[in-house]
């Protein structure tokens, strides 16, 4: 049976998936800039004599042919890039890149897709079907490497009929994965706000306009926009995590910077409260005797799986690791660059149970302490090249 022989193909590629992942663990790489995770990458596929071209300066997309006739692509996708975190853990395989860090789980991913692929190039022989095999930069950030790989042509020729990507959940135990019909993760925007007065002495609050009170009334007033303004059918998130009065006890300053984020799940709404948003910031900032410029950085769409593929692959899974072992997710305002799969191809994002609260693994991705239990490496690599065949009709 097809599920037997990956699971031990699987089980034979294990030791090396997991010396993958402890090497790019270690030599963690941030948003575009991953040049030796790249290399790595590619020297594995040469190793294998398995064909690629790069794509987005360090992308790196290869082809696997079934040895069987049929005209059906899938592709699957990991990304590659770090975070600009100083990693806590004290593990023999700990970041030697000083303030870089995997600490959002994309060493899994690479290491895992490798797997898949080694995997794969030994099954050619007994399935049909081509599969294409993306190994994406910049996740982490804007405007994402999955829209750069898209514009460069990753999705075409030859163009698949779904995309399957896989990523860690630390809220989920080890050995169980998690799938979502329907929309999922939400788009993500950037804000910038500049609110500008006329500083002075603290004392003579008269003679100054004071862009702190301004910014104030501004963040109080920006939380309508979500729960006066927007649908309650649609989840929105409006955040302002940093603000900079850069005065003093009794100095007043001459401008207020914040930055923070909107987060939805309709093109529609997400359209309107960019334009409400401003148009209050500014309104309450001329009202007051200063200026606000507000600016917003559109960046990823939301992400939407596929119903019908989706439905499918939660079987498959079913099928690979067993009923008790795949359960629903909800719907997480946190944002994912292959959304701009989503949006443009049949797609199927899932996630990798990595929890083990007995040794302690539970901290939350984008942490300092954040790890995985590695035995998810067990599954992640023989799921992920079910998912694929079965797709493909195997």
Known sequence: MLNQK????????????????RHLHAHPELSF????????VAAQLNAWNIPFEKMAD?????????????????????DMDALPIHEANDIAYKSVNK??????????????????????????????????LIFQPAEERLPGGASLMIK????????????????VMPLIEVGKVGFRSGKYMASTD???????????????????????VIAAHIIIALQQIV?????????????????????????????????????????????????KMKKMAEGIADSMGGVCEFNIVRGYPFLVNEPLLTQRARAYAEEFL???????????????????????????????????????????????TFNIDEDALKISSGLMTYLALKELGN
């Open 227 to 275: 729960s006066r303004v927007a649908d309650p059918k649609i989840p929105s998130v409006l955040s302002l995590g940093k603000v900079i009065a850069n005065g003093a006890t009794n100095v007043i300053p001459d401008e207020v910077l914040m930055e923070g984020t909107f987060r939805t799940f309709d093109e529609d709404w997400r359209a309107i409260a960019h334009e």
């Open 152 to 167: 460069d042509g990753v999705l075409d020729n030859p163009k698949p009929s779904a995309i399957f990507g896989q990523h």
């Open 99 to 132: 303030g870089v860090m995997h600490a959002c789980g994309h060493d899994v991913h690479t290491a895992s897709l490798l797997g898949t692929t080694k995997i794969l190039n030994q099954l050619k022989s007994v399935f049909s079907g081509t599969i294409k």
């Open 33 to 40: 800039h991953e040049h030796e995770t790249s290399a790595f």
């Open 6 to 21: 990956i699971k031990q193909q699987a089980k034979e590629v294990f030791d090396e998936v997991l010396a993958f992942r």
């Open 322 to 368: 067993g009923v008790e072992n795949v359960v629903d997710l909800d719907m997480w305002l946190a944002g994912e660059d292959f959304a701009y799969y989503s949006q443009v191809a049949d797609a199927c994002f899932y996630r990798l149970g990595t929890r083990n609260e007995a040794l302690g693994i539970t901290s939350p991705v984008h942490t300092p």
């Open 190 to 212: 950037e804000i910038y706000v500049t609110v500008k007065g006329k500083g002075g002495h603290g004392a003579q609050p008269q003679q100054n306009i004071d862009p702190v």
């Open 58 to 78: 360090t992308g790196i997309v290869a082809i696997i042919k079934g040895d069987k006739p049929s005209d059906k692509v899938i592709a699957l996708r990991a």
